[in-house]
């Protein structure tokens, strides 16, 4: 079997100029920090981000690498928002694609298993149709006869996640209390890449806990720590005050090439 | 028991919401409307569901008795059996919700949460909004971005906003063109006072005081969900 091990550098350069990468995780929850590290050193630009945001979004923002975002909301979920991404919309800096966040669901899910569209009942009455004019609805044609939002398949270039363990072939498993929608993510993906605590021969506890197979995936990166600051339990719960130095920082002109430099270093 | 608190009746409020909910997942956003739930569930709801607001199903005794990841969250939310009760930024006569952005969309004078599960919520299962500062800056006439779906606007079979609970009232939409009603103004808040603090003119015949907690409620919500009285820092 394949042995997929590279850097988070060598992933990196398989990611081009305008391609549409999926940033697994959720608000400040197992991000694929290290990975986004990566890109930010990188000459990466012109990105669409799909994603379940929180500070993977503030600090691409802040790098200028994110064309359009899409996705349902961003949050430090201890901190209610995050200020780069306030101020690169504030500023009218970025173009979005804002969903329910059931639609994000549905639109990977219908980008993984190959259908254009994929119906659902989120959005219809609420102001995501009208900022969103190229979704379309479309009716049952059985007998209820029910007008529902056709959710596009949300298409990824590359899907970045970050699990708790991993073997070299692409196996890879989540520890925690959730999986997030890591493996949603990766289907929904051309070029799949996952970080991990630890690169292992054999897998401990639970089979139901082996949420990626290696189908799904084509690079694994060993980063221990590699989604701080936000959590990764159990190997580690969230750096909170490290985020609250980063919230504080992109608030703050003065202060925020100082936080950056550490923070890449 | 005597000194009842503004928070105290607000939380009495937020457990009456759910009255009836049955064997249904009270998903409260914010601490009154979770203190509401949990007293709901250790009153006269004992089969509601609550999560930890990550990933299990507690008991009251905390223990885990289910799981309950975000991918089923939204498999609840499709599927119905939900009553969640979130914050709002700004909420209309017709109980359209924003928390996404306030101004123009494209770009906005102050991002906020996004989305969210809103517009989802409204359309599938029960709503209703907890705003534990009643003002004229959230009672607006019309939302700038409709992240809920008020009554206005075509929204399907499950749609149902069912209560807002403020610091100083609960209204409803129990009206014949489902604008905002007032059913109860908290003791010590008087109608021209809710009026004063909603942008728009609010129904308010038959308008009664909002009911205090009982002596076994005062009881729960001091000594066992809320001992450390946080929710004095959320309502005064």
């Known amino acids: 079997m394949r042995d997929k091990r590279m850097t988070a550098d060598e992933v990196v350069g398989r990611i081009e100029d305008g391609m549409t990468v999926g940033i697994g995780g959720w608000g400040s929850r197992r991000k694929p920090m290290a990975l986004v590290k990566a890109l930010l050193r990188s000459n990466v630009t012109d990105l669409t981000v799909v994603s379940y945001g929180g500070p993977d979004v503030g600090l691409l923002c802040a790098a200028g690498k994110i064309r359009k975002l899409v996705f349902g909301f961003v949050s430090l979920d201890t901190i209610a928002y995050d200020p780069w991404f306030q101020r690169v919309r504030e500023t009218g800096a970025i173009d979005v694609l804002e969903l329910d966040e059931g639609m994000v669901q549905a639109g990977l899910r219908a980008a993984a298993h190959r259908l254009p569209f994929l119906p659902i009942r989120a959005g219809l009455g609420s102001d995501v149709l009208t900022y969103a004019p190229g979704i379309r609805t479309v009716r049952s044609p059985y007998d209820d006869g029910e007008e529902l939002v056709a959710m596009p398949a949300l298409k990824l270039d590359v899907a970045l996640v970050h699990l708790n363990r991993a073997d070299r072939h692409g196996n890879a498993q989540y520890l925690g209390p959730d999986p997030y929608f890591d493996d949603l993510f990766c289907l929904a993906a051309q070029r799949r890449y996952v970080s991990c605590e630890q690169v292992v021969d054999r897998f401990e506890g639970a089979p139901q806990t082996l949420l990626l197979n290696r189908m799904m995936v084509d690079g694994v990166v060993e980063a221990p720590g590699g989604a701080g600051f936000t959590s990764c339990v159990p190997d580690y719960g969230r750096d909170e005050q490290l985020q609250r130095e980063y919230a504080t920082a992109a608030g703050d002109p003065e202060r925020w090439p100082g936080f950056y430099e550490r923070f890449l270093g | 028991m005597s000194d009842v608190t503004r928070a105290e009746v607000c939380v009495a409020a937020c457990a009456d919401l759910f009255a009836g909910a049955g064997e249904t997942l009270a998903s409260p956003m914010g601490l009154i409307p979770s203190l509401g739930a949990r007293l709901a569930r250790l009153t006269g709801e004992p089969d509601l569901l609550i999560s930890d607001g990550e990933a299990f199903l507690l008991t009251p005794e905390s223990t885990v008795e289910g799981?309950?990841?975000?991918?089923?969250?939204?498999?609840?939310?499709?599927?119905?059996?939900?009553?969640?009760?979130?914050?709002?930024?700004?909420?209309?006569?017709?109980?359209?919700?924003?928390?996404?952005?306030?101004?123009?969309?494209?770009?906005?004078?102050?991002?906020?949460?996004?989305?969210?599960?809103?517009?989802?919520?409204?359309?599938?299962?029960?709503?209703?909004y907890w705003v534990p500062r009643h003002g004229p800056r959230v009672f607006v006439e019309r939302v700038d971005v409709v992240s809920g779906v008020g009554y206005d606007h075509a929204a399907g079979p499950f749609h149902d906003v069912h209560r807002v609970v403020t610091n100083l009232a609960v209204l409803d939409f129990a009206t014949p063109d489902h604008s905002m009603r007032l059913v109860s103004v908290h003791p010590g808040v008087s109608v021209d006072e809710v009026r004063r603090q909603t942008s728009f003119p609010l129904a308010a015949d038959d308008v009664t005081e909002t009911r205090l907690p009982t002596d076994g409620e005062l009881e729960l919500i001091r000594t066992r969900l809320d001992p450390d009285a946080k929710r004095e820092r959320e309502v005064r």
């Open chain 2, 67 to 128: 799981w309950l990841p975000y991918r089923r969250v939204f498999d609840v939310v499709a599927h119905g059996r939900r009553h969640v009760v979130m914050g709002a930024n700004q909420v209309d006569r017709f109980g359209n919700q924003n928390i996404s952005a306030i101004g123009d969309h494209a770009r906005p004078t102050r991002q906020l949460l996004g989305f969210r599960g809103a517009p989802g919520n409204t359309v599938n299962h029960r709503t209703s």
